[in-house]
């Protein structure tokens, strides 16, 4: 799985949300509805997460037009991206997006998946997660 660029990662979190709706209409007619709720909680954590990763594209797309913008002084220009960069672009990742990255993980693991195949979508879906954990942690520190 590769997570190197931003569609990479937008397109395994849809992938998964996908995945998601999949087994949740699987297991809709189980008696024990458990599994079901867990799929639900995690598309509804994913898709969160899928538009946070919309946003991240917002802030690169900013990041990139800044660089474009034509000034005199372009040591000030540097220090603003930067700035931008920093205050902007890293915190939301350490403030929004891994935290929600977390939760979600910590959700699924803890949920308590109780069939067969319960247990396999909890497994797969948390490697997942594990590894756009690892991918965006320091993704963006300077």
């Known amino acids: 799985m590769k997570l190197e660029t931003l569609d990479q990662r937008f397109d395994l979190v849809k992938e998964m949300i996908d995945e998601g709706f999949a087994f ?7 008696e024990d509805d458990n599994d079901w709720a867990g799929a639900m909680v995690t598309v509804e954590n994913l898709a969160a997460v899928e538009d946070m990763i919309c946003t991240e594209e917002i802030f690169m797309d900013t990041f990139n037009d800044m660089g474009h913008v034509r000034t005199s002084n372009r040591d ?5 991206i930067g700035i931008f960069m920093y205050e902007g672009l890293n915190s939301f990742n350490e403030e929004v997006l891994l935290p929600r990255l977390r939760h ?5 693991e803890n949920w308590g998946f109780r069939t067969e195949d319960g247990v396999k979508f909890k497994d797969n879906f948390c490697e997942k997660l594990n590894a756009l954990i690892k991918k965006y942690d320091g993704l963006y520190d300077i």
């Open 104 to 108: 979600t993980l910590e959700v699924l």
């Open 24 to 30: 949740q209409e699987s297991v809709a007619d189980l």
């Open 76 to 80: 000030e220009q540097e220090e603003f």
